[in-house]
């Protein structure tokens, strides 16, 4: 037998979400009847996906990073292609999986990654596949939490965070002996060295593919919130040495900006501005994710700043007391957010601010606060959330126990995971009818075209980059109040 039939062939699958940049698809989807605005809404769609705002997916590099003899790894990103279920889809495939698909069931694994609002589709395409004969391997965040929920869907599947699980089963489909389930009985060591490699990607694609993990891991428990239960409260970090390698060895070949993934870069303050001290000389642009106690950081910031941070997210969630105790968000304090912000704005990075509106703090005033915040500080992207009582969060237990799931908590792949403008609970201080008006309202006052111009002007940095997220935020926040009020008259109030 020639060598090459020996060859595992795996596929990892990365299903688009309905969230963010790629949300859009499902706002899309509604029939729109005027003809200009369905023309309008193609363009610009069409626009935002030649952008390519979109990132690979982080997991999924990691995994196809796994060497083992005799198993060859390809990566199929369903925002962009379909999946190739049959050798005649071979002409739109990427070229890496070209010869991969002359046969009927070329596939010797499938993997999907799946995330709780996404379950159905994930578990749509695995039973598909499975018909076909081909094997699945599911993991993730909803296989983690739900494992039950994913049995019947799949031939094999990953508990918890699947770096070293990986490698062990690569290694038994090689030699015949997959096992059905595979778990680790601690949180890998992030301190091992474990080289990202992109040899599976199709780099002209992305925005970027310069995307770095330093760690994981988040010592806070906001209550809407899963890190923690899904990667634990101690901060695991990567070895410095490491990441520096990656960055320079990512640089040499892709001079687009870096993105560094972690939920909270600043969290452990001593190790980051090690870091970025390090990473100084290579001259790299980044974007980052980061707490706003970074203003009161005052030297991490400034090494932030040396080298080359453009902007970061901040997860600002709410600027009322009582709701930040409500949902423990206990990091940083209602009070100190203004100065932090513009502290962080004055030492030249733009930041995009997440609020969450319809906490258990808020009231009908709260709108008019967030406004009066935002040009206060003059936040340079705003990003406004209803709360998501993601299935597994301690919220979810607690809107369930107290009755104010608009979904069914027992079927939670009925829980719907959007854009984020989505109504799946009661608001405590008020009714849904006045919640959904001051929602709408609150938003089309933040997001206009004039003042997506002006923030994009007076951004510190990226000012390209603000201004087109905030034009693309006017456009996808005014489908997604269409969305609102169509969700709304279908509940019949
Ligand atoms: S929201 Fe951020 S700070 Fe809070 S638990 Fe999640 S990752 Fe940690």
């Not at 780099?203 to 330093?214: A, D, E, G, M, V």
């Not at 991490?300 to 080359?308: K, M, P």
């Not at 107290?402 to 995971?417: A, K, V, W």
Request: glycine share 6%; charged share 25%.
């Amino acid at each position: 037998m020639a060598e090459q039939e020996m060859i595992k062939k795996v596929l990892l699958v990365f299903l688009p979400s309905e969230s963010g940049v790629d949300g859009a698809r499902s706002l899309y989807g509604e029939k729109e009847e005027n003809p200009f605005f369905s023309w309008f809404n193609r363009s610009l769609r069409a626009i935002i996906k030649q952008s390519q705002f979109a990132i690979p997916p982080l997991s999924l590099m990691i995994l196809s990073s796994v060497d083992v003899p005799g198993v060859e790894q390809s990566i199929c990103d369903m925002r962009f292609e379909e999946f190739p279920f049959e050798p005649s889809v071979s002409d739109r495939l990427p070229h890496t999986h070209l010869e991969l698909v002359h046969e009927k069931n070329a596939w010797d694994l499938v993997g999907i990654s799946v995330q709780t609002g996404m379950a159905k589709k994930a578990f749509e395409l695995a039973d598909q596949l499975r018909a076909r004969g081909i094997s699945v391997v599911l993991g993730g965040a909803h296989v983690t939490l739900f494992p039950e929920s994913c049995r019947p869907h799949a031939d094999v599947l990953v508990h918890g965070e699947a770096d070293d699980l990986w490698k062990e089963l690569l290694t038994d489909l090689a030699s015949g002996s997959i096992k059905p389930d595979y778990h680790s009985e601690s949180f890998p060591d992030l301190g091992q060295s474990r080289p990202v490699q992109k040899r599976a990607l199709i780099k002209s694609r992305y925005f970027t593919t310069n995307l770095i993990q330093t760690g994981r891991g988040c010592q806070y428990s906001c209550d809407f919130c899963n890190v923690h239960l899904l990667n634990g409260r101690a901060l695991r970090r990567r070895a410095i040495s490491d990441v520096v390698s990656e960055v320079a060895r990512f640089h040499e070949h892709d001079r687009r900006i870096f993105f560094f993934v972690d939920d909270s870069i600043n969290a452990d303050p001593l190790y980051a501005r090690e870091l970025f001290e390090k990473l100084v000389p290579l001259k790299i642009r980044w974007f980052g994710q980061a707490t706003t106690t970074l203003g009161q950081q005052r030297e991490l910031l400034q090494t932030f700043a040396d080298s080359g941070c453009q902007a970061l997210l901040v997860g600002i969630e709410s600027i009322e007391p009582a709701s930040r105790s409500a949902h423990k968000k206990n990091q940083n304090r209602a009070g100190e957010l203004v100065k932090a912000i513009t502290t962080i704005r004055e030492a030249g990075i733009s930041l995009y601010g997440s609020f969450i509106y319809g906490l258990d703090g808020d009231t009908l005033d709260t709108p008019a606060a967030i406004l009066d915040f935002v040009r206060a500080t003059k936040l340079d992207v705003p990003g406004i959330n209803i709360l998501r009582p993601t299935p597994g969060t301690q919220v979810f237990e607690r809107l369930r126990e107290e009755g104010r799931l608009l979904f069914d908590p027992l079927d939670i792949t009925s829980y719907r995971y959007s854009f984020g403008q989505e109504m799946l609970y009661r608001p405590k201080n008020m009714s849904l009818d006045a919640f959904v008006e001051s929602y709408s309202a609150l938003t089309q006052e933040l997001f206009t075209v004039k003042n997506a111009v002006v923030r994009g002007l007076s951004a510190p940095r990226a000012k390209s980059a603000v201004m087109l997220f905030n034009l693309f935020y006017t456009h996808l926040y005014a489908l997604s109040r269409h969305d609102l009020q169509h969700q709304w008259k279908k509940r019949g109030k």
